[in-house]
Nanobody
Framework: QVQLVESGGGLVQAGGSLRLSCAASGSIFSVSAMGWYRQAPGNQRELVASIQFAAISRRSRTDYGDSVKGRFTISRDNAENTVYLQMNSLRPEDTAVYYC????????????????WGQGTQVTVSS
C-alpha cells in the first residue's frame, strides 16, 4: 500500500557532498513526519535528521543527530511527499546504510499513523 523509494547514495571522498531523496507513494492520506536514519555495521540504527509537519498550523520542525548538525540539511516537498537530505562535508564516519522513514496515515484509516521504512541506500565516504 505504501512505498518509500530512496535514491542518491554512493561513494564520495571525504569533504564531498551527496543528496539523498525519498519519495513516498501509495494510498497516503496524511504525512506527519519524514526522516532519515542510518546504520553502520555493528552499530544501532540512529537518527540522522527528521522533519515534522503540522497540517493545521502548516509549520514544520526539524531535528538532527548531534554528529551531523551544521553539515546536513533536511527538506521536504509536501506536495510530492518527498524528503531530501543534503549532506555536505562528509566524513568517513558517515559511512552507513541510510534509511528513509515516514510516519503517515492511509485513506482506509485516516486517523491511524504508522511508521514505514525504505529499503536503504548505501553511503560510503572514503578517506
Amino acid at each position: 500500500q505504501v512505498q518509500l523509494v530512496e535514491s542518491g547514495g554512493g561513494l564520495v571522498q571525504a569533504g564531498g557532498s551527496l543528496r539523498l531523496s525519498c519519495a513516498a507513494s501509495g494510498s497516503i492520506f496524511s504525512v506527519s513526519a519524514m526522516g532519515w536514519y542510518r546504520q553502520a555495521p555493528g552499530n544501532q540504527r540512529e537518527l540522522v535528521a527528521s522533519i515534522q509537519f503540522a497540517a493545521i498550523s502548516r509549520r514544520s520542525r526539524t531535528d538532527y543527530g548531534d554528529s551531523v548538525k551544521g553539515r546536513f540539511t533536511i527538506s521536504r516537498d509536501n506536495a510530492e511527499n518527498t524528503v531530501y537530505l543534503q549532506m555536505n562535508s562528509l566524513r568517513p564516519e558517515d559511512t552507513a546504510v541510510y534509511y528513509c522513514n515516514a510516519r503517515l496515515s492511509l485513506y482506509s484509516r485516516p486517523s491511524a499513523y504508522s511508521d514505514y521504512w525504505g529499503q536503504g541506500t548505501q553511503v560510503t565516504v572514503s578517506s
